[in-house]
């Protein structure tokens, strides 16, 4: 068989792997995805949930530059929160509960239909190189297939290994096989490779779990939706989430079996994920708690299955088992599938441009858990990007890079690429300085834009923000400049318990208090209701939310804006490309090997790297100064 030659060959079926290909194909290139098994493209192998904390935001903004993840999961959840609206919505971020059977069928399906996408499925065990540039893939048919560029998106399965207690075999997921070769070929043509760990817990049969002993953990009475599209749309019925907590027994059984742990003998070298640890990990780690929450969350709408968030873990099979029948609610529970670990290779990610193309190989691309991430989202994002990149450097055009006050998808390429990792990477809010201005709320206004220039985003989406725009700036400027009386909305604030309105002020200063909402204000003016009422109904919430967030928030946003610009002032300095740093003797010699090794494209870049100093930034600022 003659195989044609390929604009993009991604490699690996998992989230990063989707997105990379369908951005790829959907910007015109003859694309071709190559999975170990075409029936688990976008398996949930962890959690059967998108978004949370941070993620939610990443989530969106996927959505917003085009992708994907957004759309399937409005098509496959089962339950819609928004987290942490008790704080300020620099802090809201959605979440998710997905059906995780048809969150693959959904993603299958998308890629099956996308145009000049092609699916095949085998294992890559070599990527061809040519004069230092990636022209192809051999499999592990023998198969030779052709193209200009390469993104490796292999996840957990190089050289993957699972531990249960004492026994351990390779593998990518349980009951699938692992990715072998691959890596070692890709240590031969001079890349760092490490190792990682992760875990997942037991799958518990829900009929088994005593509910009544469960604390209820119901979705939002008004759930939303992650995609900007109006092809998606809110849930109408919900499954509920519940809680259940270990307890010192349950810690004392789990403890019988460390000396068989994977974890504590040392089997294990790589490192596993600070913020989300196995709980033999917890219980050593945090050994004066008496209880760790649980979360009992149900992986469809209609298998039994459930999954018990906090309670991965590697240890022997029947350790599992009997701490999970001391914990209340679970005395009978019978499981599915047991918990493991499992440990596989990555590539330091401090060995990628900014676009995710490697610094060893031209065309070659590198996306998701293989640079050192954890997370669905943090790998979907990755792809996104390293397929928009691939296509757009075959093209000639100028790659296309987020940076920190522009997306969380730019703090979190920018943090792998300038400080590397030595634990799986997560992304939080707490991770991006300029949080307040990368809300999950305006995700579509801050990227939409860009994704569109560059042919990604459709005509309907920037069509979308358009309007999205328009009508909240007509809203806000009705809020500022509509008055209202003291008669008018003094029981309204009686109600609410905050002080009435002795003389006629506008709107603006009664919703600048914390009790007040765009709707309490709708309520009371029927000029600013009329404004209201001539937005289309697919953004009215969407507009009446970024008005309200916009107007209580003004200050705070313009300050962080302020800020945001003078510090991409040197942001956007570029610094010449393999200059040899060793050069400049004013730097001190850690900044001189880091920044020959790293090479970062900006002074702001290279203001990220560890090691560097702000003494070391302004002898480069003088330099660049000189070459002018």
Wanted: glycine fraction near 8%; aromatic fraction near 8%.
């Amino acid at each position: 068989m003659d195989w044609p030659l390929y604009d993009v060959i991604v490699v690996g079926g998992g989230h990063a792997g989707a997105e990379a290909s369908a951005a790829a194909a959907n910007l015109g290139a003859k694309t071709l995805l190559i999975t170990l098994n075409i029936d688990t493209i976008c398996q949930m192998s962890c959690n059967p949930a998108m978004g949370g904390v941070a993620k939610g935001q990443i989530v969106r903004e996927i959505d917003a530059l085009g992708g994907y993840s957004g759309v399937v999961t409005d098509r496959s959840m089962i339950q819609f929160r928004m987290l942490n609206l008790s704080k300020g919505p620099a802090m809201w971020s959605p979440r998710a509960q997905c059906d995780k059977m048809q969150f693959s069928l959904n993603w299958r399906h998308v890629l099956e239909n996308t145009s000049n996408l092609s699916i095949w499925q085998d294992e890559v065990v070599d990527v061809l190189v040519e004069n230092g540039t990636a022209c192809g893939v051999r499999t592990r048919m023998g198969i030779h297939i052709p193209s200009h560029s390469v993104i490796l998106t292999n996840g957990t399965f190089l050289n993957g290994t699972i531990y249960i207690g004492e026994g351990s075999w390779q593998g990518g997921r349980i009951g699938e096989k692992a990715a072998l070769g691959l890596s070692d070929k890709l240590r031969e043509y001079g890349f760092e490779v490490e190792r990682l760990k992760t875990g997942t817990p037991v799958r518990i049969d829900g009929r088994t779990i005593d509910f009544s002993k469960l604390v209820e953990q119901p979705g939002d009475p008004i759930p939303r939706k992650f995609s900007y599209l109006d092809s998606t749309h809110p849930l109408t019925q919900q499954r509920s989430c519940y809680l259940a907590y270990t307890n010192l027994t349950t810690h004392d059984i789990l403890r019988t079996g460390f000396d068989r742990s994977p974890l504590f003998t040392g089997r294990i070298q790589g490192h596993g994920p600070r913020y989300c640890p196995s709980i033999e990990d917890k219980i050593v780690r945090f050994s004066a708690k008496d209880r760790h929450q649980l979360f009992v969350e149900p992986e469809g709408w209609t298998t039994n299955s459930y999954y018990l968030n906090g309670f991965s873990s590697s240890l022997p099979l029947e350790v599992q088992v009997d701490a999970l029948h001391s914990i209340e609610g679970f005395e009978h529970a019978e499981i599915f599938k047991p918990g493991y670990a499992i440990e596989y290779d990555y590539f330091p990610p401090t060995q990628l441009k900014y676009t995710l193309e490697t610094k060893l190989i031209e065309n070659l691309f590198f996306a998701g858990q293989i640079n050192g991430t954890t997370g669905y989202e943090e790998a979907a994002c990755q792809g996104l990007m390293a397929g928009i990149n691939a296509v757009l450097k075959l093209k000639g055009r100028p790659s296309f890079v987020l940076n920190r006050t522009q997306a969380y998808i730019g703090v979190l390429i920018d943090d792998l690429v300038t400080k590397g990792v030595d634990e799986p990477y997560r992304m939080f809010t707490s991770r991006a300085e300029y949080r307040i201005l990368l809300r999950q709320d305006n995700a579509d206004t801050r990227l939409t834009p860009l994704s569109y220039d560059l042919g990604l985003a459709s005509e309907e989406r920037m069509k979308r923000v358009g309007e999205k725009s328009k009508f909240t700036d007509m809203l806000i400027d009705a809020v500022k400049e509509t008055p209202v009386l003291p008669s008018d909305v003094n029981s309204l604030l009686e109600e609410l318990n905050t002080p009435p309105l002795q003389q006629r002020v506008k709107l603006v200063n009664v919703l600048l208090r914390p009790e007040v909402n765009m709707e309490h204000l709708l309520s009371v003016s029927p000029m600013l209701r009329d404004k209201a009422d001539s937005i289309p109904t697919s953004i009215k919430d969407d507009v009446l939310s970024a008005a309200e967030i916009l107007l209580k928030y003004e200050r705070y946003i313009e300050k962080e804006r302020d800020v945001a610009n003078r510090i991409l002032k040197f942001e956007d300095i570029e610094l010449p490309s393999g200059f040899d740093y060793f050069s400049l003797q004013s730097l001190s010699y850690e900044a001189r090997e880091k920044l020959s090794k790293m090479q970062p494209r900006t002074i702001g870049q290279a203001s990220r790297i560890s090691g560097v100093s702000p003494a070391d930034i302004s002898v480069l600022l003088i330099y660049m100064q000189q070459l002018k």
